[in-house]
């Protein structure tokens, strides 16, 4: 069974630009989940999409958008990109959504340097 | 948001010895994870538990439930080098519609 698989895996944006990371669940799952990891504050919660529908979002800028397809395969959005947005993107599977206490898989994450 | 407390922050041993950590919240979970992530590479769950007072092992790895539903921890025994990483716990809230909740991790270093 394949894991979930995140495209693309390193990219290097300057500031101002958008980028768009992508996200393909486990087969089978419907939840997707987008976390921001940096090494001063570890794993922060983006937003969880399930069934197409965003059913939570994290303390992050309206810069940060999201969304689910039919398919259950996800894209983070990340507008007018800052200097502090350098991170690794995590995306995180789940058979349902996570608030009903499903486990969540991770992908290996993109790595986004901004300069 | 929130985060749980997780101890300690980061640890050298040597190989063969046994390690603990462990994860601690003033709110009651359902269910405790413990992943540990490789440099450069996404978190890989490790064991999941989903009982209070549950006690479950993957080979080497044991973690625990706690009986006050507000605290876990993991023992990793004889500690060998391929464990060096970071160690998460993380868990859901017994309250709503919340996501799932993060400990910062604890680094691990094994000197062999």
């Known amino acids: 069974k394949a894991g979930v698989t995140q495209t693309p895996r390193y990219l290097i944006k300057t500031r101002g630009q958008q980028v768009t990371l992508s996200c393909s669940p486990i087969?089978?799952?419907?939840?997707v989940s987008w976390y921001q990891q940096t090494p001063g504050q570890g794993l922060q919660f983006l937003f969880e999409?399930?069934?197409?529908?965003?059913?939570n979002k994290g303390n992050f800028p309206g810069r940060f958008s999201g969304r689910q397809f039919s398919n259950s395969r996800s894209e983070m959005n990340v507008s007018t990109l800052e200097l502090g947005d350098s991170a690794l993107y995590l995306c995180?599977?789940?058979?349902?959504?996570?608030?009903?206490?499903?486990?969540?898989?991770f992908g290996e994450g993109s790595w986004l340097t901004v300069v | 948001g929130q985060q749980l407390n997780q101890s300690p922050q980061s640890m050298f041993i040597q190989e063969g010895e046994d390690v603990s950590m462990n994860c601690t919240s003033s709110?009651?979970?359902?269910?405790w994870l413990w992943y540990k992530q490789d440099p450069g590479e996404g978190p890989v769950l490790l064991i999941a538990?989903?009982?209070?007072?549950e006690l479950t092992s993957n080979g080497r790895l044991t973690a625990q439930f706690g009986i006050t539903r507000k605290d876990s921890f993991l023992n990793i025994s004889a500690s060998i080098p391929s464990d060096v990483g970071i160690y998460f716990c993380?868990?859901?809230?017994?309250?709503?519609?919340?996501?799932?909740?993060f400990g910062k991790g604890t680094r691990l270093s094994v000197i062999a």
């Open positions: 995180a599977s789940s058979i349902g959504d996570t608030s009903s206490g499903n486990t969540i898989y």
């Open positions: 087969s089978g799952h419907r939840s």
């Open positions: 999409y399930f069934s197409e529908t965003q059913r």
């Open positions: 709110s009651i979970f359902n269910t």
């Open positions: 538990l989903y009982k209070a007072g």
């Open positions: 993380a868990g859901h809230r017994n309250s709503g519609n919340t996501p799932l909740v």
